[in-house]
């Protein structure tokens, strides 16, 4: 969007001002996360650039916060239980939410709304809420403090993600689809898996990374409903912050970063893959 | 016909279907085809005609009166049980597949070697003149191309019945009537039991065996293509089909299969009574424009004429084309050839006119 000749002073200073806002809106939103890298490489124990590091004397990085994760036995164990929940979490959430934006997206369901919203409500609702009331709730069935509590309970946290992006890929489908393949004899099961499921799975992917995040990211549930047994890595730093304040947290944020970029590259590439098999674009 | 209800390969007997349990989409329909038949469900959008396509698929469930199958009931089997092929107007091919994968497809659900797979295949490819195509996605072939796919995946696994709804929709004109000919063609080399559903007359005519005018939720004609035209059975059949010069008035005299007319000017014309009965009846007698005689010599000579005032001479190529006021319709249309001793007419000119009275159908009013 070229600035055309005709352009008069007024509109050649916003169209320059307009560029200024969008970079500072980029800068509060980037700096914080970026300038975390660099910290995490601190050879000192403080959260500060020290006069070495601002130097870039080699002297002043150092990998012992990375090193510290990979072998601090509390931080072991946080990454193990946040790769064994997120995973489990992920699975319920993509297998009910699929299915539910699937049944809702049929033509006569009674009362469409009102469900949709029930189902999308764990995200409207304050977390602190639902953490207080999923706690009372599991207590009294056995199920706090337990892996299986923290699983269905960031399951319950994914759903509304999964429902949301499935449900925004079945707008496009086209129902003739799924009847041709009846015509054609294949049962609703085999349908689903053959003709529904590969056509709307980059809706579902997307859901499910949504939702992996979701509960790799949750820390407020997590204290509520599980216990010692179940830290997680947010909870880990939570909990570094408040007690030992190690820049260790630095190096883990970091590598969190790192895989939530990976992770929305990887849906990048889902969605582009989609849009060439649709003949939507190019290929 | 002499065709008893429930004999046939598809019969629809006494069908209803409601989708709201208060208005009737369609209201009792009864239909018997014999097998190998090409039937043309043909009626204005809203008239019954899908419903009635997506009811014998399976996508819609009739809510009285039974659908029977090869003699068998098929209200109770699931769509993907039923054996029947269809081609959709969207062609609803897979995208995510490629041709050879969507015509495995049905193939693959019936549970078939790949070698016989792959033979299969290859014979349906070649049959729509689609054998290079295999390798390709549906997203790199053009709307026609694609249609034909679609064809060769509705008959690939060979059923005995296939539905077509409103397939050529989305062509332009001359794809569509190239398309028609090959569809009309192969069903009838490979003996396939066709219904296909369109909004196109012309389609309808020229593809069909028998052609099923639908219009408010009922069949109101059941003909060959040429009795359709030719003999209209009410005069909502007459104005669907074609082109039809229209005038009221209330029978004077019927001897057999002769009537006069009185039109509600006083003009008395000569007309074929198809479904009026008695003298005093208001009827709406059709004419085609191609039948409109301007020459009295080829009429017979106690025919009755009718004045005329030309309004318009309209020259298009092959046929003229001359808008009359006749009887106080200003919207009567009169269609000759363009041949040597055909005369010529202007604007303001006052002419006779006159018709066959088989020609002039007196129908329901």
């Not at chain 2, 509600?264 to 208001?282: F, Q």
């Not at chain 2, 017979?300 to 298009?316: K, P, R, T």
Request: aromatic letters at 10%.
């Amino acid at each position: 969007m070229a600035l055309p000749s005709y352009a008069s002073p007024l509109q050649r200073v916003w169209y320059y001002a307009f560029r200024v806002i969008c970079a500072l809106v980029f800068f509060y939103l980037m700096f914080p996360i970026l300038v975390i890298v660099p910290l995490s490489f601190n050879a000192e124990n403080f959260f500060t650039f020290t006069p070495e590091m601002l130097a870039l004397d080699p002297a002043g990085f150092s990998l012992k916060h990375y090193v510290d994760f990979f072998t601090n036995p509390d931080w072991q164990l946080a990454t193990r239980n946040s790769l064994t929940i997120a995973p489990m979490a992920t699975l319920i959430s993509v297998s009910l939410g699929t299915l539910a934006a699937i049944g809702l997206s049929q033509a006569h369901v009674p009362f469409k709304r009102a469900i949709m919203a029930i189902l999308i409500s764990p995200m409207i609702v304050p977390l602190i809420i639902s953490a207080a009331g999923m706690y009372f709730f599991f207590s009294a069935i056995g199920l706090q403090g337990t892996y299986w509590g923290v699983v269905l309970a960031h399951a319950i946290l994914g759903i509304p993600f999964v429902i949301i992006t499935v449900t925004a890929t079945l707008v496009g489908f086209d129902r003739s689809l799924t009847r041709a393949a009846a015509s054609m004899g294949a049962g609703p099961v085999k349908t689903f898996f053959k003709v529904q499921l590969p056509l709307i799975l980059p809706g579902v992917i997307s859901g499910a990374l949504f939702a992996f995040i979701t509960s790799f990211d949750e820390v407020v549930v997590v204290i509520f409903v599980g216990s010692a047994a179940q830290q997680t890595l947010p909870w880990q730093m939570f909990i570094g912050l408040r007690e030992q304040i190690s820049p260790t947290i630095l190096a883990v944020a970091s590598l969190m970063v790192a895989l939530s970029i990976l992770l929305l590259a990887t849906l990048e590439i889902l969605r582009r893959r989609n849009e060439r098999l649709r003949g939507m674009s190019p290929g | 016909m002499s065709e008893t209800r429930t004999d046939g390969f598809v019969v629809f007997d006494r069908v209803q279907k409601s989708y709201d349990g208060e208005t009737l989409v369609v209201k009792d329909l009864n239909l018997s085809m014999p097998k190998g038949e090409f039937l043309t469900m043909l009626g204005p959008s809203g008239s019954g005609k899908t419903t009635c396509l997506m009811m014998l698929a399976g996508f819609e469930t009739a809510t009285h009166g039974e659908i029977l199958l090869d003699h068998k009931p098929i209200n109770n089997i699931p769509p993907h049980k039923r054996g029947i092929g269809m081609v959709f107007q969207n062609y609803a091919l897979f995208p995510h597949m490629t041709i050879a994968e969507n015509l495995s497809f049905p193939l693959e659900v019936r549970g078939m070697g790949k070698s016989e797979r792959e033979g299969k295949i290859r014979r349906a490819l070649d049959m729509v003149q689609m054998g290079e195509f295999g390798n390709r996605r549906p997203a790199q072939l053009s709307g026609g191309q694609q249609q034909r796919v679609a064809l060769a995946r509705a008959l690939v696994f060979e059923p005995e019945l296939v539905l077509m709804d409103e397939p050529l929709g989305a062509l332009d004109k001359q794809l569509r009537e190239h398309m028609q000919f090959e569809i009309t063609n192969l069903a009838h080399t490979l003996g396939i039991t066709t219904v296909y559903v369109t909004h196109d007359q012309t389609e309808a005519l020229t593809m069909s065996d028998r052609v099923a005018v639908f219009n408010d939720g009922r069949i109101q004609q059941l003909a060959p293509p040429e009795d359709l035209y030719e003999r209209p059975e009410n005069s909502f059949v007459a104005q669907f089909i074609g082109e039809n010069n229209k005038l009221e008035g209330v029978v004077e005299t019927i001897n057999g299969d002769r009537c006069t007319v009185r039109l509600d000017d006083g003009t008395v014309i000569d007309a074929k009574p198809v479904n009026v009965t008695k003298a005093g009846e208001r009827t709406r007698v059709s004419i085609r424009p191609e039948r409109v005689e301007s020459n009295p010599d080829r009429l017979a000579s106690d025919a009755h004429l009718v004045d005329a005032e030309v309004l318009e001479f309209i020259y298009m190529g092959d046929t003229f084309r001359v808008r009359l006021r006749v009887a106080g319709n200003d919207d009567f249309i009169m269609k000759y050839r363009n041949a040597q001793d055909q005369g010529r007419y202007s604007p303001g000119q006052k002419i006779q006119i006159g018709w066959q009275a088989e020609d002039c159908r007196a129908l329901d009013a």
